[in-house]
Each structure stands twice: as structure tokens, then as C-alpha cells.
């Protein structure tokens, strides 16, 4: 099957949707992954949904554990769990 010019499957689509959104994607991608999205209700559903997880990522307040406080809760996780083991 030869390769289109112009047009690209839904898995590249994909591919220059991630590149696009971290603005990796070259101008002719871009192009490419426009004309795509005109006539394919997949990589549009993909393309919106890509867009709304980055928002949300962008605008979330994530807090951490430290690594003490991650050890702390590692080793109380270990305790309580051989504590469990003992008993049944």
C-alpha cells in the first residue's frame, strides 16, 4: 500500500497531535494534522481530549510527599502489612 502525501492514519494523527501540543511539530505536521482533523471524528475526539488533560494538568496544584515523608509512609505501609500477615 503506498503512502499517501497528504494524507496520515489515525495513529501519526496522534502522534503529531502529542508533538503539537508540546510544540515539537513542524509546520508541515501541523498542516497534515489539520487536514486530518477535518474529516476524522476519532482524532478530533483525541485531539479535544488531549487538550482538556493538559489543561487540567497546567491548572492543578499537585503537592508531593518529600522523600522523608514518602520513606515514613513506606515503612509504616511495611509494618502495618507484616503486622496483618502475623495475624491471619
Do not use: G, P
Not at 494523527?13 to 471524528?41: G, P, T, V
Not at 487538550?51 to 515523608?69: D, R
Amino acid at each position: 500500500m503506498k503512502k499517501s502525501f497528504l494524507f496520515i492514519s489515525c495513529e501519526e494523527a496522534k502522534h503529531i497531535c502529542d508533538k503539537a501540543q508540546y510544540n515539537e511539530a513542524s509546520i508541515w505536521e501541523h498542516f497534515k494534522l489539520s487536514l486530518r482533523l477535518m474529516y476524522c471524528r476519532i482524532t478530533k475526539s483525541y485531539s479535544s481530549k488531549n487538550k482538556q488533560l493538559s489543561k487540567v494538568i497546567e491548572t492543578s496544584e499537585v503537592k508531593c510527599l518529600k522523600a522523608e515523608e514518602r520513606r515514613r509512609l513506606q515503612n509504616q505501609f511495611n509494618e502495618a502489612l507484616s503486622e496483618q500477615q502475623q495475624t491471619n
